[in-house]
């Protein structure tokens, strides 16, 4: 059993104390990353898949450069990890890039023969794993599709694909030409870093000790939450390199 650290409380502001600082494992390969923009674009701006509009337990509805961001980092990561653990030696399922419909997409992201892998990205400088609290029963459960994740990988990415977006006055859009966000797009150079995983068994203990980061809080002091979620640290995390030698 790990041992988690609770964020530190100032009234309504949570601050991180347990960090890992950002050093790029990789950097993903321009043809790959052209392959995401073709998923992402075609399951939001392309209308060929459905994902949902806001968080659970969030407000905020978000839009299609919204959701194209979040497609399109959501599986950069996920093909972060897979490359990793494929250059290891580790015999991983490949990201699937089928277009579905809502419910369908929302499943699992990497599997180990009978384990299940979960994926969370987040910025360069993010250092917390957040799961959404109404998303999760007290067993681990994934509650939209019913699965328990054996590992939840957190992968950062530099750039943030909001970031990028917001830069380019594209994250607010509903229609966004194809040709235009794809050379912004591809024209970064997409890096990445795996400061840790988590078993289910760390999850049922968080959850089950109350590590919550409440709705309307603010996050160090400046990010304030649409949506209550469940936390790790970083620094609390099991690192990579311990998951691939237990692989092996």
Known sequence: MLNFNYLNQIQNSY???????????GTLNPALVETVF??????????????????????HLRRNGEIFANTFQGKLAEYALFCV????????SEPDLGIFSLGKWDSVDLTIGDDLISIKST???????????????????????????????LIRMNPFCEDVMRRNRFL????INEATLKQKIIAESWTFDIPGYVTREDLVQIINEGFILPRASMLNGKTRMDASNYYIQSGDMRSLESFIIDQR
């Not at 075609?42 to 407000?59: D, I, K, S, V």
């Not at 653990?85 to 991983?92: E, H, M, P, R």
């Not at 607010?172 to 229609?175: G, T």
Request: proline share 4%; glycine share 14%.
């Open 15 to 25: 601050y991180i104390n347990s960090s890992v600082p950002f050093s790029p494992t």
């Open 123 to 153: 910025k360069s400088f993010g250092n917390l794993l957040l799961l959404e609290e109404h998303d999760w029963d007290g067993q681990a459960n994934y509650i939209p599709n019913g699965h328990g994740y054996d590992y939840t990988f």
């Open 85 to 92: 653990l494929t250059d290891n030696g580790i015999n991983v």
């Open 38 to 59: 073709d998923f992402a674009y075609q399951m939001t701006f392309g209308q060929g898949g459905e994902h949902r509009a806001h968080r659970t337990g969030g407000t």
């Open 172 to 175: 607010y859009s509903d229609i």
